[in-house]
């Protein structure tokens, strides 16, 4: 079983940046890709950004385009989010994910493995 635990989430001023790091424990992870999604109150659970295992190749949501950047680690099968030009609506549970096989990189059904979430706090 491949377990993921994500850390550097916390409470940050707008305009701010985190670092959002997603480590794996358990059997490595040789899937398709790796993923954060964030879920804020009230709301579903959203897309924030993707990564292919194998090639780098990155997705983000529009809202997180410029101002987010994920990145890959295969040696640890580690992920961190950048976020950069933090806002009041960033605020949320991020979550990271993992995905064994193809299909839509974007969509929460088509993540296998999941983490308990971190949470980001973004003051106006």
């Known amino acids: 079983q491949v377990q993921l635990v994500e850390s550097g989430g916390g409470l940050v001023q707008a305009g701010g940046s985190l670092r959002l790091t997603c480590g794996r424990s358990?059997?490595?992870?040789?899937?398709?890709?790796m993923g954060w999604f964030r879920q804020g109150p009230g709301k579903e659970r959203e897309f924030v950004a993707a990564?292919?295992?194998?090639?780098?190749?990155?997705i983000y949501a529009d809202s997180a385009k410029g101002r987010f950047t994920i990145s890959r680690n295969n040696a640890n099968d580690s992920v961190n989010l950048d976020m950069n030009s933090l806002k009041p609506e960033d605020t949320a549970l991020y979550y990271c994910a993992a995905k064994e096989g193809l299909g839509l990189i974007t969509g929460v059904r088509s993540y296998d493995y999941w983490g308990q979430g971190t949470q980001v706090t973004v003051s106006s």
């Open positions: 990564i292919v295992r194998s090639s780098g190749a990155t």
């Open positions: 358990g059997r490595p992870f040789t899937g398709y890709a």
